[in-house]
């Protein structure tokens, strides 16, 4: 006999007993749906697992009930109309027709992110700035995470272990990625919606590991790329094979600088690259993106390009294809995607310029439609790779969120580099987005070069909406450069406190 039953808002189906399920064919939702999960509003949400084979699926919420069927291969999927945003908590249950019911609780619907990256996007708030209040202060019921575990694969994988879906406590937020609890902390604060946020990142990663290989393949940076693994696997088993010792010692002496603080002697090792491990093209596509997919997202957060500096002429090239890419796994259309521009850094040579190169390379993206990008070029440690202070990337990911997702009021970016002319014995240099254009202190970071291209520091002066750049080195400047470095003193904001992107209006 079947039985009906009320449960909460939801309905559970109950099928008679059958005959016990192997493990592969009980019913299983992919592990992005747990208790206190968020779903996308006024989207279609689907919902898919395994089960046993032919067995009738049905997803039952809000009012709602879908059904499916599962495959041959037991795979089923069914997607629940759009729902407007809810932040009282509902049960979801997914039953079977015969015989199995998992129900998962706190269901909210609201704003879903997928925020990937590097270590600066997997830096967790316990490491951020000012953790212990931040923390303590968590008291967040609209906003949640789950994190994807590193899980890489040769292979495009169907499910990613994940932590299950958690909700912003003093408990739980230490473990969130600080970025994107700024993000969803502050969006969900402007909205009154729940945020939800995907967290998928890995630190010390190169963007090709994060691109699907067939992509990766049809792009100019390919042969680099394919050279570069060969030469890899050539010492792949014996670095693999040393690789634990040299990470132990290196644990101890960074254990042993945070207790005592006793300097560092011994490089980081960087892990073995090969089949296998994060660095494979594709690996964490296939492992940590791919499962993802379709989960209902509004859009894209990523910060990532530390490890690709100093290859600056491949990331636009390869971002571009991994924007197109990501968002046709999602069904296609111009979904959202915002990234964070690599902070100051000194990288050993504060005045060198291949952090600056990557930083243009990223800006080179902004040609696609709907990607914008947070400037940080004020935000980082010179000393640090891993800034601590990531509330202004998380608040300005969402001020662009905000404006160019949501469509609210409100400026979410600083002055924009429009042109650069000659006046007189200076550069005049104009912006858009600078109400209230300023320069903070007194060193500008703008040089300016003549015809021998080479540039020299510059003075600076507001003109209302422009800068007027010279130097007395330079009699008859032809270009001029803001930020052109790896850790600059940035200086240029307007009156919403957001700063001027670096920029050059020479090409050389």
Known sequence: MKILAAL????????????????SERLTPASLFSDHAVFQQDQPVPVWGRGRPGAAVTISCRGQSVAAIAGADGRWKATLAPMPADASGADVVISTNPGESITLHDVVVGQVWLASGQSNMELPLSRAKDAATEIAA????????????????????????????????????????AVGFFFARALAARLK????????SWGGTEIESWLAEPVLRRTRAWPGFEQRWQEELKT????????????????????????????????????????????????????????????AIRGFLWYQGESNVG?????????????????????????????????????????????????????????LPDVAMAATIDAGDANDLHPKDKRPVGERLALIAESQAYGLPGEWSGPVFQSATRDGAAMRVRFSRAAGLNIHGTATAFEVAGADRGF????????????????????????????????????????AGLPAAPFRSDDW
């Open 311 to 367: 290859r600056s002429g491949e990331y636009a090239e390869l971002l571009s294809a991994m924007i197109r890419d990501w968002r046709k796994q999602w069904g296609g259309g111009d979904r959202p995607f915002y990234l964070v521009q690599l902070p100051n850094y000194s990288n050993g040579h504060p005045g060198g310029r291949d952090w600056a190169e990557l930083r243009e390379a990223q800006s080179r993206v902004l040609a």
């Open 456 to 495: 020299h520091s510059a003075t600076a002066l507001v003109d209302d909406r422009s800068v007027v750049v010279s130097s007395p080195e330079v009699a008859e400047p032809v270009a001029v450069r803001y930020a052109w470095t790896n850790a600059p003193a940035a200086s240029l904001f307007n009156d």
């Open 193 to 200: 919606v729940p945020v939800g946020i995907i967290h998928s």
């Open 138 to 177: 968590a008291d967040l019921p609209l906003v949640r995470e789950l994190r994807v575990e590193r899980s890489p694969s040769d292979a495009p994988a169907e499910t990613a272990p994940t932590s299950g879906w958690r909700v912003a406590g003093p408990a739980t937020a230490g473990d969130f990625s």
């Open 8 to 23: 909460g808002s939801c309905l559970v189906l109950i099928g008679a007993v059958t005959d016990p399920l192997s493990a």
């Open 236 to 295: 792949f088993p014996q670095r693999k094979a040393g690789y634990p010792a040299l990470d132990e010692a290196w644990r101890r002496q960074e254990a042993d600088w945070a207790a005592t603080g006793k300097p560092i002697t011994l490089p980081w090792p960087h892990p073995p690259v090969g089949p296998g491990t994060a660095y494979a093209s594709g690996a964490l596509f296939n492992g940590m993106i791919l499962p993802v997919a379709p989960y």
